[in-house]
């Protein structure tokens, strides 16, 4: 008997014609949005001041400019660290890098990494759905079980550790080597190769995965010490090889959205471009190699001042964010953890603190910055504080390049900047405020004293190194 016959039946003809016609009706399924292609452009010490949609006269970023003209651009953005490993481990987890332990650079010979106990972004994603790529420099431990697969990459192509990261020529043993998931394909790496090597994998990646959301953590290698750039580039910007670098940096993020808008997926991808910390001042054969620029702010990489810490971020995504906008208020990468998981549905780890917040509203609407107070941590010490346009320095480094690099001073007493009227940290107000001294001072003790670290790196052993 057909099973529309049964029903007929069962329930008699008036009844039957009820029941028939809704479940022969069409069905309505709501149309959700899908979750969006979450893409992060990481660069390795490119400065505030480094590209010309932030004020630089001498180099070309053509591609980048564009991005921030369709899309956002923040003009007090954080790294939560000056260096490398620091940086990385509080992007990935959310959270300031003396929660992890990962307070200083770690070097190739150390037995540590980022714990396996902490949540990654790509683990957060991975539980959503997303397919998850890292390509370029990792720098959160070099032992297998510390690399990406162990952090919720799906996939890994790049190096482990900074391109100065090599025993010294004499000895003969490279440590600077690209790797394909665990395999080595290049020993030693070509340094100027990288950002094109990068590039092309990166875009082998969004078409290969778009048909499904995916997490595409780009972490490139430049404009890091030894700095270079390919054939294509090198010798072509104003500012020398440093500006090749970044020119070429610029070409690689056309060659990202170039790729999306081919897929057709432009539309549905969150793009973000950053940096990882401040600029390098200068380098090579004695030091005549000219670096970044983190103009108009103060210090470099290395310094909790603005330079070392503030850097560019572009945020594009047709059709959702607006179009050349440009947006004040602190924001941190700690920010993108959190803004991207939820974006993506899910939900921020309940069982830890979270210091990055969702910073959506901020880039669509010019919402408020959901950061009141930020802490300036450099090799596990808290440097110093800002709450609102004030920020107080505990601690400090030297600021320009004449100053010899020196560990923390203390500074004695503390020096209050008003960073609305003062970006470049050259005129101290604690004299004439001493209220808001005692009461960063104050608050950031506290704070300092509430991190506790799930683990503790042994101190750095000192071998025959070159770059550190």
Same mark, same amino acid.
């Given at each position: 008997?057909?099973?529309?016959?049964?029903?007929?039946?069962?329930?008699?003809?008036?009844?039957?014609?009820?029941?028939?016609?809704?479940?022969?009706?069409?069905?309505?399924?709501?149309?959700?949005?899908?979750?969006?292609?979450?893409?992060?452009?990481?660069?390795?010490?490119?400065?505030?001041?480094?590209?010309?949609?932030?004020?630089?006269?001498?180099?070309?970023?053509?591609?980048?400019?564009?991005?921030?003209?369709?899309?956002?651009?923040?003009?007090?953005?954080?790294?939560?660290?000056?260096?490398?490993?620091?940086?990385?481990?509080? @992007?990935?987890?959310? %959270?300031?890098?003396?929660?992890? /332990?990962?307070?200083? &650079?770690? $070097? =190739?010979?150390?037995?540590?990494? #980022?714990?396996?106990?902490?949540?990654?972004?790509?683990?957060?994603?991975?539980?959503?759905?997303?397919?998850?790529?890292?390509?370029?420099?990792?720098?959160?431990?070099?032992?297998?079980?510390?690399?990406?697969?162990?952090?919720?990459?799906?996939?890994?192509?790049?190096?482990?550790?900074?391109?100065?990261?090599?025993?010294?020529?004499? @000895?003969?043993?490279? %440590?600077?080597?690209?790797?394909? /998931?665990?395999?080595? &394909?290049? $020993? =030693?790496?070509?340094?100027?190769? #990288?950002?094109?090597?990068?590039?092309?994998?990166?875009?082998?990646?969004?078409?290969?995965?778009?048909?499904?959301?995916?997490?595409?953590?780009?972490?490139?290698?430049?404009?890091?010490?030894?700095?270079?750039?390919?054939?294509?580039?090198?010798?072509?910007?104003?500012?020398?090889?440093?500006?090749?670098?970044?020119?070429?940096?610029?070409?690689?993020?056309?060659?990202?959205?170039?790729?999306?808008?081919?897929?057709?997926?432009?539309?549905?991808?969150?793009?973000?471009?950053?940096?990882?910390?401040?600029?390098?001042?200068?380098?090579?054969?004695?030091?005549?190699?000219?670096?970044?620029?983190?103009?108009?702010?103060?210090?470099?990489?290395?310094?909790?001042?603005?330079?070392?810490?503030?850097?560019?971020?572009?945020?594009?995504?047709?059709?959702?964010?607006?179009?050349?906008?440009?947006?004040?208020?602190?924001?941190?990468?700690?920010?993108?953890?959190?803004?991207?998981?939820?974006?993506?549905?899910?939900?921020?780890?309940?069982?830890?603190?979270?210091?990055?917040?969702?910073?959506?509203?901020?880039?669509?609407?010019?919402?408020?910055?959901?950061?009141?107070?930020?802490?300036?941590?450099?090799?596990?010490?808290?440097?110093?504080?800002?709450?609102?346009?004030?920020?107080?320095?505990?601690?400090?480094?030297?600021?320009?390049?004449?100053?010899?690099?020196?560990?923390?001073?203390?500074?004695?007493?503390?020096?209050?900047?008003?960073?609305?009227?003062?970006?470049?940290?050259?005129?101290?107000?604690?004299?004439?405020?001493?209220?808001?001294?005692?009461?960063?001072?104050?608050?950031?003790?506290?704070?300092?004293?509430?991190?506790?670290?799930?683990?503790?790196?042994?101190?750095?052993?000192?071998?025959?190194?070159?770059?550190?």
């Amino acid at each position: 008997m057909r099973p529309e016959s049964l029903l007929r039946r069962l329930c008699g003809k008036t009844l039957f014609a009820a029941v028939f016609a809704v479940l022969a009706a069409p069905v309505l399924v709501s149309a959700a949005e899908p979750p969006p292609n979450l893409i992060i452009i990481l660069t390795d010490d490119l400065g505030y001041g480094d590209l010309a949609v932030y004020g630089n006269a001498t180099t070309r970023t053509p591609r980048l400019d564009q991005m921030a003209a369709e899309g956002v651009r923040l003009t007090e953005f954080y790294s939560a660290a000056p260096t490398c490993t620091p940086a990385r481990a509080a @992007l990935l987890t959310g %959270r300031y890098p003396k929660r992890s /332990g990962l307070v200083r &650079v770690l $070097s =190739p010979w150390e037995r540590a990494g #980022l714990p396996l106990s902490e949540i990654t972004l790509a683990e957060a994603l991975k539980q959503q759905g997303y397919a998850t790529a890292c390509i370029g420099k990792w720098h959160l431990g070099g032992l297998k079980r510390f690399r990406p697969d162990r952090h919720g990459f799906d996939q890994f192509f790049g190096v482990l550790f900074s391109n100065d990261m090599t025993l010294m020529p004499i @000895l003969k043993v490279p %440590r600077f080597e690209l790797f394909d /998931g665990n395999r080595v &394909v290049e $020993s =030693p790496a070509r340094n100027r190769m #990288l950002t094109q090597t990068y590039t092309h994998e990166a875009v082998r990646f969004i078409r290969n995965n778009r048909s499904q959301p995916f997490f595409l953590y780009l972490a490139h290698s430049m404009p890091h010490k030894p700095v270079a750039a390919s054939s294509e580039f090198r010798g072509k910007s104003a500012h020398g090889v440093y500006g090749d670098a970044v020119e070429e940096l610029d070409w690689s993020a056309g060659q990202i959205i170039d790729a999306l808008r081919q897929a057709g997926i432009d539309r549905q991808t969150l793009v973000v471009f950053t940096s990882d910390n401040g600029p390098w001042a200068y380098g090579g054969f004695k030091k005549k190699v000219k670096g970044g620029s983190a103009e108009p702010l103060r210090g470099w990489k290395g310094t909790t001042w603005e330079g070392g810490m503030r850097v560019p971020m572009i945020a594009w995504w047709p059709g959702r964010l607006p179009q050349g906008a440009v947006r004040g208020g602190i924001a941190t990468t700690m920010d993108l953890f959190t803004t991207f998981i939820e974006l993506a549905g899910g939900q921020v780890p309940s069982d830890r603190v979270i210091d990055g917040k969702n910073i959506l509203a901020l880039l669509e609407d010019d919402g408020p910055s959901p950061h009141q107070t930020l802490f300036y941590y450099h090799r596990g010490r808290l440097f110093a504080v800002r709450q609102g346009d004030w920020k107080l320095h505990l601690f400090k480094r030297q600021a320009t390049p004449g100053e010899k690099l020196q560990d923390a001073v203390r500074c004695d007493p503390p020096e209050l900047y008003n960073l609305a009227e003062d970006a470049a940290e050259s005129g101290n107000r604690a004299a004439g405020q001493p209220q808001i001294v005692a009461r960063l001072t104050a608050l950031a003790k506290e704070f300092d004293a509430s991190v506790e670290p799930v683990m503790k790196l042994p101190p750095r052993t000192r071998l025959l190194l070159r770059g550190f």
